[in-house]
């Protein structure tokens, strides 16, 4: 099995709701995103795909979350649920694949750092 996986960021700001610490105020993080694409078979020229491709589908996501406000969004909305990296991730992942299933590859996972040192990954089983 290949793995093809690209990272790149965005600034946004979020709260957690109903949190009990500093989490709760306003505040923003440089988000990293990694996203990874498995098949088994490359084409002829060797590639499982064209890294180029799945970068412009991570820009055309991630622009619409750049210097935002997470909690304004549906997903993420008064009704939805709050915007951590976990619930990030899955939000993610679930755009992605709309735009990244290609014949025999699939979304693997997407990964979403709020720091260097603290991740959140989603996979579907």
Known sequence: MFQVCVRAHFDAAHF???YDGDCSNLHGHRW????CIAGKQLDQL????????????IRKTLKLLDHGLLNNLTF?????????A???AQFLFLEFKRDLVIEDKRLAWVKVFESPDTWAIFKED
Do not use: A, C, H
Request: glycine share 10%; proline share 6%.
């Open 86 to 88: 976990e619930n990030l």
């Open 16 to 18: 957690i709701r109903d």
């Open 46 to 57: 060797g590639m499982l795909i064209d890294f180029k491709e799945v970068k412009q589908s």
């Open 76 to 84: 993420f909305g008064p009704k939805g649920v709050n915007p951590t």
């Open 32 to 35: 990293d995103v990694e996203v």
